[in-house]
């Protein structure tokens, strides 16, 4: 079982940048996904960004190529979701989420386990 708690979420300004965490419980001793879903009102959740733990691959929606990163500290077992030139159809409640099996976010993965979630607005 692995727990999830994200913090970080907030309101900012059109432009402005917010960072995202996750701490995990644990890292599982072998790799996997995790990532960044967001869920806006009567929009379905979609996928925004996925790496592998210990490992180098990240994949990212097409509507957040070039503004968000994310990054992992293995040590603190936390991944993080750097935000940058944040638009008003970024906001949604974002959740942290992590699962076995393919990690790329384009291919709709189903994870196994999801925290509580973080609100951000962005809004002038």
């Known amino acids: 079982q692995v727990q999830l708690v994200e913090s970080g979420g907030g309101s900012v300004q059109p432009g402005g940048s917010l960072r995202l965490s996750c701490a995990a419980s644990?890292?599982?001793?072998?790799?996997?996904?995790m990532g960044w879903f967001r869920q806006a009102p009567g929009n379905e959740r979609e996928g925004v960004a996925s790496?592998?733990?210990?490992?180098?691959?990240?994949s990212y929606a097409d509507s957040v190529k070039g503004r968000f990163t994310i990054s992992q500290d293995k040590s603190k077992n936390t991944v993080y979701l750097q935000m940058n030139s944040l638009k008003p159809e970024d906001t949604a409640m974002y959740y942290c989420?992590?699962?076995?099996?393919?990690?790329?976010?384009?291919?709709?993965?189903?994870?196994?386990?999801w925290g509580q979630g973080t609100q951000v607005t962005v809004s002038s």
């Open positions: 790496l592998i733990t210990g490992g180098d691959f990240t």
């Open positions: 644990r890292y599982t001793s072998s790799s996997i996904c």
């Open positions: 989420a992590a699962w076995h099996g393919y990690c790329e976010v384009l291919l709709r993965p189903t994870p196994q386990y």
